[in-house]
């Protein structure tokens, strides 16, 4: 359970309630770390938009190396996420 | 990461693998490139404020681009950051991974 309030699913509105959808369309929930941001709804956007074009955009390193990286960068974090 | 070693699961990589990188990657059977990205985002990390021009050297000599170095620092900020977004609000796994 996160620290800090979210915006839950059933209390979703407008961009917000959009944004959700994509994922409950797709995996059913909303993942932890996009909901977590839900108090700041343009942000949370902005991360998903960053990710996406980062980890799944063209990229002259494979997505395997690139999540390779975020593997070794998380496990040094102690995350895991 | 339990979350990104189920991406990597997904792109066909052996668990061995997926387990000795989440271990301690310089124990891993990598080819250059990977070894090379793997320490410059261990280095970046840890110590970003020691490096220099000096550290991209090990990255061109294994062939990677301009393009490549820079999606190699994109890749490894952005890790940096969701991690303590996870880690600062204690974002827990979803039902799916772990």
Redesign the interface.
Known sequence: MVWIRVVEVPEAQGETLTFYQQYLDRLGYVPGIMQASSLNEPVMRAHYDLYRKIMYGPSDLTRVQREMIGLVVSSLNECHY | ?????G??RR?H?EPDL?NA???D?RQASLDP??QA??AF??AL??TPGSITETDLEPLREVG??D??IL??V???G???F??????G????????E?
């Open positions: 990461m339990v979350e990104h070693g991406s990597l792109l990589l997926i990188l989440e271990r990657y490139p990977e990205l793997l985002a261990e990390t840890r990677l681009s393009r490549a999606d190699a994109h890749v490894t952005y890790f940096n969701v991690n303590r977004v996870a880690l609000l204690g974002v827990e796994l979803d039902p799916d772990g």
